[in-house]
């Protein structure tokens, strides 16, 4: 064999080697594409029960606080509210809410309240009207409903101050993105994110009082460790999917 033919060889084998090699980068992208999708998964179900427990917990206190105090039918207008809610509330452990069943609902409400037999009952269903758009708001959150006004949503109106403000410069840092990453999967304290990232006292708490001002972590308590949030969730979630179309 002459010099040419091994070095052709050579060349062979190096390409062979190379290729080789990207395949198996992509499958390892592939793989803890995959991965980040199953954890961002879980970790959206952790959150939704969490967040379901808390609205449906919240009910009776809600109806205490908003309505009317002094009144002969509070105890059975606060009964039949209840349980209004903890109906439309059950909806958010559903996969998937159809917008009928939400017109549904909101017509049941509008009929007791035209049914109500006093000028002050205005004020109860105030409260009502408020606690349902709370928690169908909720269910866009939790990506689980969709109204065709939110489908006919269109770019044009979008707000470039509160887009930059409120998304994208909070996470146009490394750490920032590292810490919310991070905090997907499981709570996190400062210790354990100070590891993480690098950073050190003062430095960290920057970023981290970044990501809680805009609503993307919060802390649990004072001192305590820090979570992701619904919107925290939503965001980066959305961030994985165009990741994922783009390299595709």
Known sequence: MDNDESHQEILE????????????????????QQHLEIVLEGSRQNISSAVIGHVIGDI??????????????????????????QKNAG?????????????????QLTEMKNNAPFNQCSKCFSEVQHLFGKQVGLMRSLQIYKSAEGENHEISQLSEDNMVTDVLEPLSNKQRLQILKAVSTETRTFSTLSELTGLRGGNLMFHLQKLMDTGMILQRHERGDYMITEKGFIVLKGINDIFSTLNS
């Not at 009776?60 to 209840?82: I, N, P, Q």
């Not at 909806?91 to 017509?107: A, G, M, Q, R, T």
């Open 13 to 32: 084998i190096k390409q062979k080697l190379k290729d080789i090699h990207t395949d198996i980068k992509r499958f390892m992208e592939n793989a803890n």
């Open 60 to 85: 009776e206190d809600d109806l205490d606080c908003g309505m009317v105090k002094k009144c002969e039918m509070r105890d059975t207008c606060k009964a039949d509210f209840s349980a209004f809610l």
């Open 91 to 107: 909806l958010l452990k559903h996969n998937k809410v159809l917008e009928d069943v939400i017109l549904e609902n909101s017509s």
